[in-house]
């Protein structure tokens, strides 16, 4: 498959753990973020988005936080499976501005069975 | 079913040779763009449209063309391509920022080879 990066943050889970992945971004503006997951050798894929004005967000076995004071943003995937091995990676983009979005670089998340 | 699709997924060329990327999406998205995805350097834009015959630069659009005359249909055209435009290529689009959300649905990618 397509290799989406060299020498990126990796996160090593067994099957069955919680994981945590963090995306520092670097806008005060921005307003609204959105996580990514990136299988090898495909697009990225939509998993969650938060705005500005929650800190909070769940979906089905995953969670963003949202840390406005710190610019942090993370990802909490429960009971982590081996179809989550991915690159995910956030975005950061503001309401009314120039709709060029700002991408993370991304972590490679592992999971061994 | 919904989705983007790309054309060509792979493409090797030579400097110079002009040459057109296809980008469809069949959901009626007002919004288009185009990313290149190069390690260590995460996705970064290189133009959108908001709408048909509305485009407008990203953050690295020297050497690259667009136009946007039909809603479904954005192409990312190379006039003149040179080594350092090799990388991976994603289309994608979204229904507006304008209504409130910036989820985009992606393209599987065309890997860019120049010679």
């Known amino acids: 498959g397509e290799s989406v990066g060299l020498h990126l943050p990796t996160l090593s889970v067994q099957e069955g753990d919680n994981s945590i992945i963090n995306c520092a971004y670097s806008?005060?503006?921005?307003?609204?973020f959105i996580w990514y997951k990136q299988e090898s050798g495909k697009g990225p894929q939509f998993i969650i988005d938060i705005r500005s004005n929650m800190d909070k967000r769940q979906g089905q076995r995953v969670t963003v936080l949202l840390n406005k004071t710190v610019k942090h943003l993370s990802l909490q995937i429960a009971a982590t499976q081996p179809g989550d091995s991915a690159v995910y990676f956030c975005?950061?983009?503001?309401?009314?501005?120039?709709?060029?979005?700002?991408f993370g670089r991304g972590t490679s998340l592992i999971v061994h069975p | 079913e919904a989705q983007v699709t790309q054309n060509p997924r792979y493409l090797i060329t030579v400097t110079g040779k002009k040459l057109t990327v296809t980008c469809s999406q069949n959901m009626n998205h007002e919004y288009m763009s185009w990313y290149r995805q190069d390690p260590g350097l995460g996705l970064r834009q290189i133009y959108y449209?908001?709408?048909?015959?509305?485009?407008d630069k990203g953050d690295v659009p020297e050497g690259y063309k667009v136009s946007r005359k039909e809603k479904r249909n954005f192409p990312l055209i190379l006039e003149s391509p040179s080594p350092n435009q090799t990388s991976l290529y994603f289309c994608?689009?979204?229904?507006?920022?304008?209504?409130?959300?910036?989820?985009?649905?992606f393209g599987p990618g065309t890997r860019l080879t120049v010679l």
């Open positions: 975005a950061e983009s503001t309401r009314g501005g120039s709709y060029i979005p700002t």
């Open positions: 449209s908001m709408n048909v015959e509305v485009t």
């Open positions: 806008n005060s503006a921005s307003d609204y």
């Open positions: 994608a689009s979204s229904i507006s920022p304008l209504m409130g959300t910036d989820t985009q649905y």
